[in-house]
């Protein structure tokens, strides 16, 4: 199992320690460094930066949001930073929610989010492949553009720039049983939100058919701590915003998710709570046992419990979420 490192979005401003931690994991062996966005920092721009400043880690993003950009425009993205690192892009891609979708890029919410994601997906392939001008009759990435307001001028084109691998690996955000049984068919790789090692279960059936080198990238919050307790508090104040902030009453991916893994009663009272504004008594109501589930936290013995659970499992690629350094050296230590 690799390692990576997924430092997520900016907060308020740039975070200067992102290059300093991705230089150090780097340094002690880390396979892969993320980036992500959500209504603020884009990933590539940090993505970038971070690739002029290590030599051999791969850099991923983890994710970057399908409804921003068209496909055409996320693939030209990918293959500029995959030139410039010298071919170390992981384009990871993922189709948000409604309020997200809608209220800040203005655009539907899809009525089809598989076909959807399938569309991006193959016009983001036939740009990286360049074999022939990039067309698609689809439903929601048409190329040419031929609907309401068209001037019938458009063209198939092909991209002007050579890619310089044209497998360059795609990897997929999906939350749902039929959005992950089609990311395996589609994809190079999943990037699971939430993922326990004590419920591969869930996903034996999607994964069982996953050719081979598949990555199964789950992110996972980690703090070396000697107060379990303490050390979770981040991780049930992350899920309480999750599953309260990242979707509507009626309908929230997240809540579903955490549903789906045994807690249902608990998702629709933090759900609750957080649309109340009760937000303190929506951290408290996220239950220990599901954020330590999801997540590495503890002393090195604990911590190395833990990993060994992980590694048991389907998971490729753990995506550590920490910023404490001494986190980083003891977990690249135990998974030597």
């Not at 539907?108 to 598989?114: K, Q, R, W």
């Not at 090692?197 to 996972?220: C, D, K, N, Y």
């Not at 579903?256 to 504004?277: C, H, N, Q, S």
């Amino acid at each position: 199992m690799r390692l990576g490192l997924a430092l997520g979005y900016w907060g308020r401003g740039p975070d200067p320690r992102h290059v300093e931690l991705a230089v150090e994991a780097e340094r002690l062996g880390y396979d892969s460094v993320w980036t992500a966005e959500s209504w603020g920092s884009d990933a590539f721009t940090a993505l970038t930066w971070i690739a002029a400043h290590t030599r051999r880690v791969r850099l991923g993003t983890a994710v970057a949001q399908m409804a921003a950009r068209a496909p055409t425009a996320t693939a030209m993205h990918a293959l500029t930073l995959d030139h410039l690192s010298g071919g170390r892009m992981l384009l990871g891609l993922g189709l948000s929610g409604p309020q997200v979708v809608e209220g800040w890029y203005g655009r539907p919410f899809p009525d089809s989010p598989l076909t959807a994601t399938r569309e991006y997906v193959e016009v983001v392939r036939q740009v990286l492949r360049r074999r022939a001008p990039v067309a698609l009759d689809g439903r929601y990435h048409p190329l040419p553009y031929t609907g309401p307001g068209a001037t019938g001028l458009g063209k198939p084109l092909k991209p002007v720039t050579h890619p310089l691998r044209p497998g360059l690996p795609v990897l997929l955000g999906a939350e749902g049983p039929r959005n992950i049984a089609q990311t395996v068919r589609v994809a190079d790789g999943w990037l699971p939100l939430y993922w326990s090692p004590l419920r591969t279960h869930l996903h034996a059936a999607a994964l069982a058919s996953a050719p081979e080198g598949f990555m199964v990238a789950p992110l996972a919050q980690a703090r070396l701590c000697a107060d379990v307790a303490e050390g979770l508090r981040p991780v049930r104040a992350m899920l309480a915003f999750y599953i309260g902030a990242m979707g509507h009453a009626s309908r929230n991916f997240h809540a579903d998710l955490m549903a789906r893994m045994g807690f249902p009663e608990e998702a629709a009272r933090v759900r609750a709570l957080f649309l109340a504004g009760r937000r303190e008594e929506a951290v408290a109501a996220v239950p220990s046992a599901f954020a330590d589930e999801i997540s590495l936290v503890g002393p090195r013995a604990r911590l190395a419990e833990r990993l060994a659970l992980w590694r048991a499992g389907p998971v490729t690629d753990l995506l550590v979420v920490t910023r404490d350094v001494g986190t980083l050296r003891v977990l690249a230590e135990l998974n030597a």
